[in-house]
């Protein structure tokens, strides 16, 4: 049904797929994670001894992103006890506001914890148990590869929640983001006569399964934490 409307609207159909996929979904997706996240961190305290390896990679997510786009680093703490507004770590940057690049580059600043942290847990997957990374998943780790890992992937995905600050800063680079998305689609369908079928199997629905997959994980954690909680009650 939906490929019947893509190919009878095809301008139409791939702009609000490029920009379903590319903004809609992560953003959404994003904020889900990021409340699911934030309800499990608040039922234990002290977030920083179980979650102390995803806060370090949150704010190097941030840190790498930020250079790329030709943000100048003015201080950063990767981890530190929390201060009066809770603050775990930080990142400090500047950036031309005529410039943009730079100004672009606020988005995937704010958003950059999602990535850099789903990519070391795959790293770590791929070292401690990398038939799971597989079609069809054979085997199972050593008892002592399994408790590293599931350790390290439980406080790595602890720290992918974004913080206020966070969002504040992707907004100031969000309507440009959405301009660059629009031109690309137009000049696709207009220029190259590319469809939204075209792009949905070129690679789109890949980023619906890797959003799909974190969002179930922020759940199950949150359900998780939830029955921990009441037990202890």
């Not at 941030?62 to 929390?82: M, N, R, T, W, Y």
């Not at 005529?98 to 795959?122: D, R």
């Not at 790595?156 to 969002?167: N, P, R, T």
Request: contains cysteine; glycine residues 10%.
């Amino acid at each position: 049904m939906w490929q019947e409307i893509m190919l009878a609207h095809p301008v139409l159909g791939l702009w609000a797929l490029v920009v379903g996929i590319n903004f809609l979904i992560p953003v959404g997706a994003s904020w889900m994670i990021s409340h699911n996240m934030a309800i499990s961190s608040n039922r234990f305290g002290q977030k920083i001894w179980w979650a102390w390896l995803g806060i370090i990679v949150h704010e190097l997510s941030h840190a790498v992103i930020a250079v790329l786009f030709g943000h100048q680093i003015q201080s950063i703490s990767f981890l530190q006890p929390a201060d009066a507004r809770g603050t775990l770590g930080y990142v400090e940057h500047t950036y031309d506001p005529h410039n943009w690049y730079q100004k672009l580059g606020n988005f995937f600043i704010g958003i950059a914890p999602i990535f850099g942290i789903s990519l070391s847990m795959y790293l770590v997957t791929y070292w401690l148990w990398p038939s799971l990374l597989t079609t069809s998943p054979t085997g199972a780790p050593s008892i002592v590869h399994g408790v590293v890992w599931a350790y390290l992937c439980f406080t790595l995905f602890c720290g992918i929640d974004l913080s206020a600050a966070d969002w504040a800063g992707a907004q100031t680079g969000m309507w440009l983001y959405l301009g660059l998305l629009t031109f690309f689609s137009l000049s696709c369908a207009y220029f190259f006569k590319i469809t939204g079928v075209q792009y949905w199997q070129f690679g789109a629905k890949q980023v619906v399964y890797f959003f799909a997959i974190l969002m179930g994980l922020s759940f199950l954690i949150r359900i998780l934490v939830a029955g921990l909680a009441r037990l202890k009650a």
